[in-house]
């Protein structure tokens, strides 16, 4: 008879721990804009409306925000990490975006502690909410696979719009134009 060793419950989430940050590193400054005007190559908006799923995460100030709070009104979800290069250059361009534009913009940080968060909110003056997701599951659930990636979350709570990799500030905003996100009054 022959015997299997049953694999370690710790080991087996250590292992996809290690996977999962592996992946989300792989796809962090290696997601490039085309060359092309082709915006299709890295955003889309899907043909067949998503509904986004709900979560609820603690914020940098010790509260809470659900996205169902914000149901009625446009969210752009970003996901980013303070080491991802590509996260760090468009972040001006979302603080921007929330000052500009009548959207709620969202980041959730991936997998950092909240003190090396809130240093980085702060050099930065991010002045958008910024949720911690510690056990990354947002992340999973939302299928990021690389950082950035940035979701255009309707009124209705329909997933309108997808970017994978840095946000092109021309494009993402020609976007928004096209589909009626209006600028604050």
Not at 67 to 84: I, K, Q
Not at 139 to 159: E, H, K, N, S, W
Request: proline fraction near 7%; hydrophobic fraction near 45%; include cysteine.
């Amino acid at each position: 008879m022959q015997h299997i060793r049953p694999i370690r419950a710790a080991g087996a989430q250590l292992w996809l721990v290690l996977l999962c940050a592996a992946l989300l590193m792989t796809g962090c400054g290696n997601v490039a804009a085309p060359a092309t005007n082709d915006a299709a190559a890295i955003s889309t908006s899907p043909a067949t409306p998503e509904i986004s799923r709900d979560f609820t995460l603690p914020t940098l100030n010790g509260g809470t925000l659900s996205l169902s709070d914000l149901r009625g009104e446009w969210v752009v979800l970003n996901f980013w990490a303070t080491w991802c290069a590509p996260c760090v250059k468009e972040m001006p361009y979302l603080s921007t975006v929330a000052e500009t534009r009548d959207v709620h913009v969202v980041g959730v940080n991936f997998n950092e502690d909240a003190a090396t968060v809130r240093k980085f909110v702060a050099d930065h003056a991010i002045d958008f909410p910024i949720l911690l997701d510690p056990d990354d599951i947002t992340l999973l659930v939302y299928g990021v696979r690389g950082l950035p990636r940035t979701f255009v979350i309707a009124p209705d709570g329909t997933i309108a719009h997808s970017v994978i990799g840095q946000l092109d500030p021309d494009r993402f905003d020609r976007w928004l134009d096209e589909h009626g996100v209006p600028l604050r009054q």
